[in-house]
């Protein structure tokens, strides 16, 4: 069995896995070679231009896991969404969802008439050439998707977001619920097609309080990842504060870590059920090699008070990086054993 996948179910493979959030991307040159004339989410939606992405970062760097290259709005544009990515700022909706009579008419629309064909084309062309490496796919989760489409874009403290949420629950509740089955139709198919474990991003997690997250916003989420019959990681940017609440009632196998929490740490409030994925610091990935080779040797000793571990970033792979570095943490997390350090 794949090492991601021995570590996903609690064991500790000879060598530690690692793979890279937003691997497959900006960070690669092939990547903007390849982008050049190509609006985000149509390469999201061709099928080889999103397959050949998604491979990219494997063949470069030797990760243990590809990531299927698309976009936490992807199934939304699936549904008909009027959504673009607007280069250097994100995801951007002509209509934000603002009031009752905007949420009924999208909670119209079935999540289940979603087009996925290019999708699982995609995802069937990566697996074909993967071999015995896994594929994982994944979909924005609820919460932070919601905030994208009520605030209309980025938005730093997504105010109107947690303004729904808090004063109109009802309403909230139907979108988060409505969201939730879109995630699990995308994923779904990704996972029909081929892929082999699944992870749900919420990157706005951490701009919520514990209780808030508990009762708006972990129902929803789990939906989304309930009984998908394959290795689940849940990650969240900022949500040290309430970690055993990403386990989601132990819905889920690996709950990433961001920079913030040491892996120890994590390992103490997650418990001896929970294998941990993360959380090498984004930021050293400019520092000389020897601070980051370092740094990369204290996770991976932190890792060791987990079930299992799963090297990662804490956060995704910042656009200007040497994919170089990338290629010699993978080297180094390989080589890597606890009596050495």
């Not at 493979?13 to 040159?29: C, D, H, I, N």
């Not at 979108?175 to 699990?184: F, I, K, P, T």
């Not at 994919?323 to 997390?333: A, G, K, N, S």
Request: hydrophobic fraction near 45%.
């Amino acid at each position: 069995m794949a090492a991601l996948l021995r570590a996903l179910a609690g064991d500790r493979p000879e060598k530690t896995p690692v793979w890279f959030m937003r691997q497959a991307g900006r960070s690669l040159p092939e990547y903007r070679e390849l982008r050049v004339g190509t609006r985000m989410l149509d390469a999201c939606l061709t099928p080889d231009m999103a397959a050949e992405i998604t491979l990219q970062p494997v063949r470069r760097h030797g990760v243990d896991a590809a990531i299927f290259f698309s976009d936490i709005v992807v199934p939304l544009r699936l549904a008909g969404v009027d959504v673009e990515i607007v280069p250097g700022k994100g995801p951007v909706f002509a209509n934000p969802i603002r009031t009752a009579a905007d949420v009924r008419k999208l909670c119209e629309i079935d999540p289940h008439d979603l087009d996925t064909e290019p999708i699982k084309q995609a995802v069937t062309a990566v697996v074909n050439e993967l071999g015995d490496t896994p594929l994982i796919g994944f979909a924005g989760a609820p919460f932070t998707v919601a905030a994208y489409m009520i605030e209309g874009g980025p938005s730093k403290d997504h105010l109107r977001a947690r303004a729904m949420m808090l004063t109109e629950p009802t309403l909230w509740h139907q979108l988060a619920a409505w969201l939730a089955e879109v995630a699990r139709v995308f994923v779904s198919a990704q996972r029909d097609a081929g892929a082999r474990a699944i992870q749900l991003f919420d990157s706005w997690a951490g701009s919520l309080s514990v209780n808030n997250y508990r009762e708006h916003v972990a129902p929803h989420s789990r939906a989304a990842l309930h009984d998908l019959g394959v290795g689940t990681i849940h990650f969240g940017v900022g949500t040290g504060g309430f970690l055993p609440d990403m386990t989601l009632g132990n819905t889920v196998d690996a709950v990433g870590v961001d920079w913030r929490t040491p892996l120890s740490e994590a390992a103490a409030v997650l418990g001896p059920n929970v294998t941990v994925q993360g959380n090498i610091d984004p930021a050293l990935l400019a520092a000389p090699w020897p601070v980051l080779e370092q740094h990369v040797h204290d996770v991976l000793q932190q890792g060791r008070n987990a079930r299992a571990h799963i090297v990662n970033l804490g956060h995704g792979v910042p656009p200007e990086t040497n994919p170089d570095q990338l290629t010699r943490i993978v080297e180094t997390v390989h080589a890597f054993h606890g009596e050495n350090i």
